[in-house]
């Protein structure tokens, strides 16, 4: 393929792509891979770094892939840890080539987050790197759960954890007992910020906030998905799901509903009921609610959790790709990363510290 490669370097040029970015999607691809998503990602993430999106263009001017980045100096970054799963956006291979050598030849170090094991993009940007050169390092990413609602509801609950299942749904009925209970599962939003506020301040009321990695954490974050909420809503695919007791919101679910599948991006619930576990009753009525919907699949995302093996039929695993170029410095980066980090990390665990 005869190829012209270019760089788009500010947010506004990032957005002058929207018409023409899904076009170049793979069929497979998930809402992660959209226009949308990228943009609030770049938005939000800059963090004093630049955008650096570099481009593949046939001759005839059509675009026929691209690598969404920031960067600092010659320091470049795909993804980070919300962009839940990344990869060169092309629908031909001969373009991750193209896109890949051109950024390297530039680029000290490139990091990729969240590329799926085994993918074929993603595997193609490994050996793209690797003919270049740079030494490589494959760091274990997210290990996401997948409930497979394909089927009936009754075999995936032959599938999954049965007994667990059913103690969540005794959760439940004593829930309706005993509560004025509401469940709202695949709403759309009726007042998308207030109802934004209300979750994120119920996320930061409990564990997460005391452990600093609730939405409302950090301002950069807080505003990720408040981005992400407006362009999905704005696409008719956010859904918000609740549990409302006596009242008061109990848990909560934000989700995308893509391409015949249900994502899950964030869900917390009120600890002050912690004792009839609103949160997994809310996550069993979801898959239920998927089979009844014909959905192919219910993806949880996040690290794997023990509540999230219950439900799971298969997993996902992803890894961070980081590149360097071999000089001194690049090089020393690499040992730092391959084997002095490592071991810094299992000193911090064994005296109770931790590395964030």
Not at 63 to 72: F, K, T
Not at 191 to 219: H, M, N, V, Y
């Amino acid at each position: 393929m005869n190829l012209a490669v270019e760089w788009v370097d500010t947010v506004e040029g990032f957005a002058a792509l929207a018409d023409e970015w899904d076009a170049i999607l793979p069929d497979d691809s998930r809402p992660f891979a959209l226009h949308e998503w990228h943009m609030a990602w770049l938005e939000a993430f800059s963090g004093g770094r630049e955008p650096a999106v570099c481009t593949a263009r046939r001759e005839d001017g059509a675009l026929a892939g691209a690598l969404p980045m920031l960067r600092a100096g010659h320091r470049f970054e795909a993804g980070n840890v919300h962009s839940c799963v990344f990869r060169p956006v092309a629908r031909e291979p001969e373009a991750v080539d193209a896109l890949t050598a051109v950024v390297l030849e530039g680029a000290s170090t490139l990091t990729v987050n969240e590329l799926v094991d085994g993918d074929p993009r993603a595997e193609r940007l490994a050996g793209s790197i690797e003919r270049a050169g740079m030494a490589l390092l494959r760091e274990p990413g997210t290990v996401s759960p997948i409930v497979d609602t394909r089927g009936e509801l009754d075999a995936w609950v032959e599938r999954a954890n049965t007994s667990w299942i059913k103690r969540v749904r005794r959760y439940r009925r004593k829930t309706n007992k005993d509560h004025e209970a509401g469940f709202e599962l695949f709403a759309s939003p009726v007042g998308l910020e207030s109802e934004l506020d209300a979750c994120f301040a119920l996320e930061a009321s409990g564990w997460k906030g005391r452990a600093g990695t609730a939405i409302s954490s950090r301002p950069e974050t807080d505003a990720f998905y408040r981005k992400v909420a407006a362009a999905f809503d704005a696409r008719g695919e956010l859904r918000i799901n609740r549990i409302v007791l006596d009242g008061e919101l109990a848990a909560f679910n934000i989700c995308i509903e893509y391409g015949g599948k249900l994502y899950a991006l964030k869900t917390a619930y009120n600890e002050r009921f912690r004792k009839i576990a609103p949160g997994l009753v809310l996550q069993v009525s979801l898959v239920e609610a998927c089979f009844e919907r014909g959905l192919e699949a219910y993806e949880i995302l996040g690290e794997e959790t023990e509540w999230k093996r219950n439900l799971a039929t298969s997993r996902r695993t992803n890894s961070t790709l980081r590149a360097y170029r071999r000089t001194p410095l690049g090089l020393a980066r690499y040992a730092y990363r391959a084997a002095l980090r490592p071991r810094l990390k299992r000193v911090r665990s064994r005296f109770g510290g931790s590395e964030r």
